[in-house]
């Protein structure tokens, strides 16, 4: 199965900041790579997918870049509804996977 | 609008069996795959397997293969995922979440709707 990792796996920032979260792939996964937002006691809402591509009515400060091995998950400036934990996910082989996730909260 | 709707939480013990369906509305049931996703208690997200609403195919991850069965009744639109032999490890919250585009081999790009999530907890 194809591994992903995530860092930070935590981070504390204020309203306002550029927060950026790396996910890497244990072998290339061109752009079949998605993130997930996830709030307590909330279903995961997918933010992007094909690594850059907005979900429908997800805001534009969300955006994501990368292929093959290594991408990246931004908020360009972070709000208050937006602390929460984030997964990456890739669908390039039979069997999807999850990072470990990555938990935003407040500083 | 789409909407999956699932089963209640469930108490079981060790050693029994649990069955959760996702009830699918909204849409072309058989026009999506349906993947299960769960959660164990402060823990990630992780993949168990899909099924093709239309064929029935099934794709587990190996670590639920020979524990998992994923299938669907198309008549009532609705999948359904049974896991036995549990233990106090599947205590988890159990989702079922659809995927939607092409990408890789046609399987999807990602996870546009999920469902409430179902928590199953196993304890003697």
């Known amino acids: 199965d194809i591994q992903l990792t995530q860092s930070p796996s935590s981070l504390s920032a204020s309203v306002g900041d550029r927060v950026t979260i790396t996910c890497r792939a244990s072998?290339?996964?061109?752009?079949?790579l998605a993130w997930y937002q996830q709030k307590p006691g909330k279903a995961p809402k997918l933010l992007i997918y094909?690594?850059?591509t907005l979900q429908n009515g997800v805001p534009s400060r969300f955006s994501g870049s990368g292929s093959g091995t290594e991408f990246t998950l931004t908020i360009s400036s972070l709000q208050p509804e937006d602390f929460a934990t984030y997964y990456c996910?890739?669908?390039?082989?039979?069997?999807?996977?999850f990072g470990p996730g990555t938990k935003v909260d407040i500083k | 609008q789409v909407q999956l709707v699932q089963s209640g939480a469930e108490v079981q013990k060790p050693g029994a069996s649990v069955k959760v369906s996702c009830k699918a509305s909204?849409?072309?049931?058989?026009?999506?795959?349906m993947h299960w996703v769960r959660q164990a208690p402060g823990q990630g997200l992780e993949w168990m397997g899909r099924i093709n609403p239309n064929s029935g195919v099934t794709k587990y991850s190996e670590k639920f293969q020979g524990s998992v069965t994923m299938t669907r009744d198309t008549s009532v639109t609705t999948a359904y995922m049974e896991l036995t032999r549990l233990t106090s490890d599947d205590t988890a919250v159990y989702y079922c979440a659809r995927v939607f585009g092409g990408g890789w081999q046609q399987l999807g790009v990602g996870f546009d709707y999920w469902g409430q999530g179902t928590l199953v907890t196993v304890s003697s």
């Open positions: 909204g849409y072309i049931f058989t026009g999506y795959y």
């Open positions: 072998q290339g996964i061109s752009t079949y």
């Open positions: 996910q890739q669908l390039n082989s039979p069997r999807f996977t």
């Open positions: 094909a690594a850059s």
